[in-house]
């Protein structure tokens, strides 16, 4: 039995006020998509079996490097962390897994498998972190980890590596994503070749730890913390680290983690192409790695990147299995409502890419007709899908507004007063 979060009554009635104009908005739409060939309660069946996994972080309030400013009643722990988790989830009902980091999440294993239990949430990939220091670390990780210098960092970051796996194995996860921050600030600082060949190395001793079951993300990042080089530094990095370790090893792609300008479509294209996609960090951003909220900046890129999906789920794209999951930092919103609108955006593009006339747009594309090929695109992209994203989240048993729902709650009031603000917190990326 569930114990969710969100008194059931008011789900009922905040739903009851909306339902007649979503049953109006979505025959309306439904005839339009009819006249284009398509079956719209198809579409929200697709969409309802949709998810996207939630980072346990992602419900603090996060921080530049130059502050952090807390919100009220942010959670003290996991524990709290998970019970957020499920207010997004009971009223999206498209973030059923929690993705949890170790050590920030460190707590008895039962006892999170149990409270998700209670909660109806399951976990998603297990989070390693050796990018910065925990409490009592023996060596540190400031000039490095799996390729540091020094074997017995090296050594360090394995085993953590390996004991995040073993907390994962009793949570019922099946992924662990390795991100590191290693790199150099200074050209002739770090050797470029001795450096990837240590990550290497070292990689291949977790690899050799993975269950049967598991598959290991690999994340790749242009720059920051490292200012001039990084270790894992783009896509075509990511590939050969994949290829090195074996059929369980798959690129990870955050959103934030390239180049300005990068066309990140293509690139999961190319990684769908050699079987070695493994899923994404969804988050948006203007300028690098802001973490800022999926879909708030750049829709279309992310309807894009769907479309490459849709298509690749469409042609039954061999060993494509990709793991989804929002990787965000919120400084200025209620992370609960910003991961609940990120959730919604990217079931939105999906959605929309759902829409796309496959056949047509190979015709237009085999024809050179660029012009009628973009507009394939656009056509769907411009469809207002919110009528089958609200429907498939009421069929849930989800909310038809998820944020007007959870603010009428009273929520955040509620754990503000049960949580009360340890006024420490100041600084740093969480
Ligand atoms: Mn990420």
């Known amino acids: 039995m569930t114990d969710l979060p969100i008194s059931a009554e008011l789900l009922a009635e905040n739903n009851k006020a909306g339902e007649a104009a979503l049953a109006n908005d979505y025959a309306s739409l439904g005839e339009q998509l009819d006249r284009r060939g398509i079956d719209i309660d198809a579409i929200t069946r697709k969409v309802a079996s949709f998810s996207v996994a939630i980072p346990s972080w992602g419900v603090g309030t996060g921080g530049t490097r130059f502050a952090r400013f807390a919100g009220p009643g942010e959670p003290r722990g996991i524990f709290e962390k998970l019970d957020d988790c499920a207010v997004i989830n009971q009223l999206t009902r498209s973030t059923p897994t929690v993705s949890l980091h170790n050590p920030w999440d460190k707590a008895d294993p039962a006892a999170l498998k149990a409270k998700g239990d209670q909660l109806g949430l399951g976990f998603d990939a297990m989070n390693s972190n050796t990018f910065s220091d925990a409490k009592d670390q023996a060596l540190s990780y400031k000039f490095g980890s799996l390729s540091h210098a020094d074997v017995a960092v090296r050594q360090q970051a394995i085993e953590h590596n390996i004991e995040t796996i073993e907390i994962g194995k009793v949570l019922g996860s099946k992924a662990l994503t390795v991100w590191v921050g290693d790199g150099s600030n200074f050209p002739g600082q770090s050797n470029f070749t001795r450096a990837f060949e240590h990550y290497l190395d070292a990689m291949k001793t977790v690899y050799a730890a993975l269950p049967d079951d598991w598959r290991v993300f690999t994340e790749h990042k242009l720059y920051e913390p490292a200012f001039y080089s990084t270790v894992v530094q783009d896509w075509g990095t990511n590939y050969l680290i994949a290829k090195e370790l074996g059929p369980k090893a798959f690129c990870l792609v955050d959103l934030g983690h390239h180049a300005p300008n990068v066309n990140i479509e293509m690139i999961v294209a190319r990684l769908i192409q050699f079987e070695?996609?493994?899923?994404?960090?969804?988050?948006?951003?203007?300028?690098?790695?802001?973490?800022?909220?999926?879909?708030?900046?750049?829709?279309?890129?992310?309807?894009l990147i769907f479309n490459e999906l849709v298509d690749a789920d469409h042609r039954k794209a061999p060993g494509f299995n990709p793991a989804y999951m929002i990787d965000q930092s919120h400084n200025v919103t209620d992370p609960?409502?910003?991961?609940?609108?990120?959730?919604?955006?990217?079931?939105?593009a999906y959605a929309q890419a759902l829409l796309v006339d496959r056949p047509v747009l190979a015709a237009f594309q085999d024809s050179n007709d660029a012009l009628m090929a973009n507009q394939t695109l656009k056509r769907a992209f411009t469809t207002d899908v919110g009528p089958i994203i609200a429907k498939a989240r009421l069929a849930k048993g989800g909310a038809i507004d998820p944020i007007g729902?959870?603010?009428?709650?009273?929520?955040r009031a509620r754990v503000t007063e049960q949580r009360p603000s340890s006024g420490g917190s100041s600084s740093g990326i969480v």
């Open 276 to 303: 070695k996609l493994a899923g994404f960090h969804f988050n948006d951003s203007k300028y690098g790695d802001d973490d800022l909220d999926a879909g708030s900046i750049n829709p279309f890129q992310l309807f």
């Open 405 to 411: 729902t959870y603010r009428a709650s009273g929520y």
């Open 336 to 348: 609960i409502e910003s991961l609940m609108a990120s959730a919604i955006e990217i079931l939105r």
